[in-house]
């Protein structure tokens, strides 16, 4: 009989570990229950002597579009009269995806060992976010859970579209972005050293140079001295940004940095509250509680800001007042939406109104997308032949004024 390594936690909360025989891991873990041990960790003791190796295999993220597709397939064969455990042993042994495979197995475990689907959803943050657990969460306990699964699934395969969408529509301008990069590094560092002993005879000839010239030799020289140190840098800033983003003061000043932002700023916003509409009008249309259901759709929204909001509302509901009050005092619903939702909530028609609020504002949100990325080209031309036109300028005409000084 196998045995298993395992780490718990006894009943005064105590750590320990140790190992213990077992057919199997779930019967491990049993076994340890019946000792009133609460188990962290159970694994194979022959595993044990890999924990030093490394895993050569690089991890990667699971696309949006495998999870949409897993929780269709889940939302299928429960509907189907397949129970939740069978439905997700099947999942883990037939998904196309490996990584997907292992996390399923990993939650059909959790499921066996009495864990409800949510909780073990959420041991995997990085599958699967907060959105989708909230939302299986809402199902489990309203008993729509393959509807929940479905409503889900699409909102995530309309992400992903819109995702590609954009990827697809940027990949012209970042091209020609990491083209125009390339060039001009070649052009600074090696082009113009080169011209740079003719420079310097123009001036001991007494000829100065162009402010052009000088400002090119300036940017040439830094780059040559100091690239190294800059690339360094801006590496450890964009890490400090990263870190800064992850803390609640930092997420709260980006995302006002974002909603502020010309063109791009319009587009995040109107995302964010085609979400909160869309998330919150779904869980009224399946019956679940007001209050639950803004909490659930206060996590979706993506922003801070709008997130408080949202919670501002749920408390100002829970005193007997109106939705729309706190919504509206935030400026951050559009006011047409606003007079949509007051008119739905008097008329008590809120669920659907959202939806279809939530599908104009996708509607207007891709146009302007499109608007966008038609707007990016010509100015990514436009300043990549700047910067070559500069360097150009700077390398030419000092050869002009030495024609016209020998005229």
């Known amino acids: 009989m196998p045995e298993f390594f395992y780490r718990a936690k006894n009943i005064g909360g105590v750590n320990t570990e140790g190992t213990i025989a077992a057919g199997t891991q779930r019967e491990a873990m049993l076994l340890l229950r019946k000792q009133s041990l ?23 993220k699971i696309k949006m579009e495998v999870v949409a597709d897993t929780l269709t397939q889940l939302a299928d064969l429960l509907g189907g009269g397949v129970s939740l455990l069978d439905s997700m042993n099947i999942l883990s042994e037939q998904s196309a995806d490996a990584q997907m495979r292992d996390v399923l197995a990993d939650i059909r475990d959790r499921v066996a060992d009495g864990a409800n689907l949510d909780e073990a959803m959420a041991a995997h943050p990085k599958v699967f976010s907060d959105l989708v657990v909230s939302m299986v969460r809402a199902g489990l306990e309203g008993a729509f859970l393959e ?8 909102f995530l395969q309309k992400q992903d579209q819109l ?46 140079l162009p402010g052009v010239t000088v400002a090119l030799l300036f940017v040439s020289h830094a780059l040559l001295k100091y690239g190294v140190f800059l690339a360094i840098a801006a590496g450890v800033l964009v890490v400090a940004l990263k870190r800064l983003i992850d803390t609640s003061r ?44 803004l909490d659930i759709s206060a ?6 800001l709008l997130k408080d909001t949202v919670r501002q509302s749920a408390e100002n509901i829970s005193s007997g007042n109106s939705l729309a009050a706190p919504l509206a005092s935030s400026g951050l619903i559009p006011p047409q939406v ?3 939702i007051r008119v739905a909530e008097e ?43 500069f360097i150009i300028m700077g390398v030419l005409l000092p050869v002009f004024d030495m024609n016209t000084a020998l005229d």
């Open 347 to 389: 008329s008590n028609s809120l669920e659907s109104v959202l939806i279809k609020v939530a599908n104009r504002m996708d509607e207007k949100t891709e146009r302007k997308l499109d608007s966008l990325v038609r707007l990016v080209e010509p100015l990514m031309l436009l300043a990549i032949g700047g910067v070559v036109l």
């Open 38 to 60: 609460f188990p962290l960790e159970v694994r194979n003791q022959d595993e044990k002597s890999t924990l030093g190796k490394i895993d050569l295999r690089l991890a990667r």
């Open 250 to 293: 930092g997420r709260r000043a980006f995302d006002i940095i974002k909603l502020r932002m010309p063109v791009v700023g319009g587009v995040y916003h109107s995302t964010a509250v085609s979400r909160f509409c869309r998330v919150l009008g779904t869980l009224l249309r399946n019956g679940v509680p007001i209050l639950k259901s």
């Open 147 to 154: 509807e929940s699964l479905q409503h889900v699934s699409a």
């Open 163 to 208: 995702r590609a969408k954009v990827i697809g529509a940027m990949t012209y301008p970042i091209v020609l972005l990491i083209v125009g990069f390339i060039v001009t590094i070649v052009l600074v560092l090696y082009i113009v050293p080169m011209f740079e002993p003719f420079f310097e005879r123009l001036q001991r000839s007494g000829n100065g």
């Open 299 to 304: 996590e979706s929204t993506g922003n801070v």
């Open 338 to 340: 606003m007079a949509m």
